[in-house]
């Protein structure tokens, strides 16, 4: 087979799941819509956790939709059918829905779990192309997808359907998120670890503060300013009024054009510093501080409270050093 060959196989694949995704948001402004919003107003008024189950495939997407959901505020794990039937039904409570994946909806494995469901009155959402299947008769909402060719040429391997399962699931989740008011600082609670948690960590979590600030009074020289700022890590320091509050920021950048221009180091330091330094609050989103700090090409910002008082500084290596990036 030519690179060609392959080329336009990879190719195909993509635009054949591409145009089930795109049958599948076409649906949405049609039958579909109105059985979504109503799994999602179940959703919202759910007293339990939201199970999901799934069989081969279906079981996969299943599991990772459970985790979106989990991680953006509704409760949800996943149940595996086959071991429902053989003691694992006991994590389903009647406080709880059941969410079941099966795109012909005839998967024998779900046949303890939907029954189980009946008899206790637990609310039970298909997600299916099969409306008159075993599953989507028996749910109480049946969301019921287009049939769209499978991207395997053979039209067995789950392909297309499996795409257009997961981008539901993902739909039904944001559309939880946005209902619920879910906050990035609500998101970080369930992301503390890797990149994701770094970036959702605030500059009052990450900041030096007050013990470590570089800081001089309004009436300091430019040779204490300079001892000072040498005397800590920063490659600036801060100037305070009488009141407390950030006046001005001497950086490294400052003192060499004071320099350049022939300024004597006991001139006063106002005559050199920065009048109106960047600055941000202790709440300030990780993610935000980076895209300052390369917006304006800096490497150092103070943190202070709303009546302009430092309470610490951020460089930019403790942004780095977290896994900020």
Request: charged share 20%; aromatic share 2%.
């Given at each position: 087979m030519s690179q060609a060959e392959r080329m336009a196989i990879l190719r195909?694949?993509?635009?054949?799941?591409?145009?089930?995704?795109?049958?599948?948001?076409?649906?949405?402004?049609?039958?579909?819509?109105?059985?979504?919003?109503?799994?999602?107003?179940l959703l919202l008024g759910l007293q339990g956790r939201l199970i999901l189950t799934g069989m081969g495939k279906s079981g996969h997407i299943a599991r990772k939709i459970a985790a979106t959901l989990a991680s953006t505020g509704t409760p949800s794990h996943y149940v595996h059918p086959a071991e429902a039937s053989h003691g694992d039904l006991g994590m389903v409570t009647r406080?709880?829905?059941?969410?079941?994946?099966?795109?012909?909806?005839?998967?024998?494995?779900?046949?303890?779990?939907?029954?189980?469901?009946?008899?206790?009155?637990v609310p039970l959402i298909a997600l299916t192309a099969g409306e008159e299947s075993a599953l989507g008769s028996a749910a109480d909402i049946c969301l019921t997808m287009p049939r769209m060719a499978e991207a395997c040429p053979h039209g067995l391997a789950p392909t297309t359907s499996t795409t257009m399962t997961l981008a539901l699931g993902d739909a039904i989740a944001m559309a939880l998120l946005e209902a619920r008011g879910f906050s990035p600082q609500d998101f970080s609670e369930f992301h503390p670890g890797g990149k994701l948690g770094a970036r959702l960590r605030r500059a009052r979590d990450l900041m030096h503060g007050a013990d470590e600030l570089p800081l001089v009074p309004l009436d300091a020289t430019l040779?204490?300013?300079v001892v000072n700022m040498t005397s800590r890590r920063f490659?600036?320091?801060?100037?305070?009024?009488?009141?407390?509050?950030?006046?001005?920021?001497?950086?490294?950048?400052?003192?060499?054009?004071?320099?350049?221009?022939?300024?004597?180091?006991?001139?006063?330091?106002?005559?050199?510093?920065?009048?109106?330094?960047?600055?941000?609050?202790?709440?300030?989103?990780?993610?935000?501080?980076?895209?300052?700090?390369?917006?304006?090409?800096?490497?150092?910002?103070?943190?202070?409270?709303?009546?302009?008082?430092?309470?610490?500084?951020?460089?930019?290596?403790?942004?780095?050093?977290a896994g900020v990036v």
């Open positions: 195909g694949t993509v635009a054949l799941e591409a145009a089930g995704l795109q049958a599948l948001e076409t649906a949405m402004g049609g039958p579909l819509g109105p059985r979504v919003l109503a799994a999602v107003d406080q709880d829905a059941v969410m079941a994946l099966s795109w012909s909806g005839e998967a024998p494995e779900l046949a303890a779990i939907i029954a189980y469901t009946r008899r206790f009155a040779a204490e300013a490659g600036v320091t801060g100037i305070t009024a009488a009141d407390g509050t950030l006046a001005g920021m001497l950086t490294d950048g400052d003192v060499r054009r004071a320099l350049q221009k022939g300024v004597a180091m006991d001139s006063p330091v106002v005559s050199v510093m920065t009048a109106t330094p960047r600055t941000t609050a202790p709440e300030t989103l990780a993610a935000e501080l980076l895209a300052v700090m390369n917006e304006a090409r800096i490497t150092s910002l103070f943190v202070v409270g709303p009546d302009r008082v430092p309470v610490g500084i951020l460089h930019l290596h403790d942004l780095l050093r």
